[in-house]
């Protein structure tokens, strides 16, 4: 969106959100003819301090982890860590994600123990769509602010 003219022979650019003038649009232009967003740390830190960040990180971790295996065992720690000042139903998001942690080491293991007789074959392929759906639906039911319904169970909740 673009408004008129501003005094100069070039138009303003306005971002979505504003209200047209610089000093509102947050932005930062300082003379260079590229625009930057200005960051505040208080912005950060707020972002940090909301009850949300926590386990959104987690299931970011566990995400991440479903290319590379490390960060699940950082999320993990970090579940067990916020769960115990968690509200309700965010301790059921950390369960949640606990749980699917040992759940797929478990069965990894009997995959693994059981893989002669075909039986594990199947499980090793069938684990990373059951952890997918576990990361996709938990991560769902936080951003509508809802509980697990069934934390503890190893299927989707």
Do not use: C
């Amino acid at each position: 969106m673009m408004s008129a003219h501003n005094g100069g022979s070039e138009p303003e650019i306005i971002p979505p959100g504003s209200h047209g003038s610089h000093e509102s649009s947050g932005f930062d232009t300082g003379g260079n003819a590229q625009a930057r967003p200005s960051m505040d740390f208080d912005d950060v830190k707020g972002f940090v301090n909301t009850p949300l960040a926590m386990p959104r990180l987690t299931y970011a971790l566990y995400a991440i982890a479903s290319i590379s295996g490390f960060p699940m065992l950082i999320g993990l720690i970090l579940a067990y860590v916020a769960r115990s000042e968690a509200s309700p139903w965010l301790h059921s998001h950390y369960t949640f994600l606990i749980r699917t942690f040992w759940g797929g080491l478990l069965l990894i293991l009997v995959g693994l123990l059981t893989f002669v007789f075909g039986v594990g074959m199947f499980m090793l392929w069938v684990l990373p769509l059951w952890y997918v759906i576990r990361i996709v639906r938990g991560w769902v039911l936080l951003e509508n602010n809802q509980f697990i319904p069934n934390p503890k169970s190893l299927l989707f909740g």
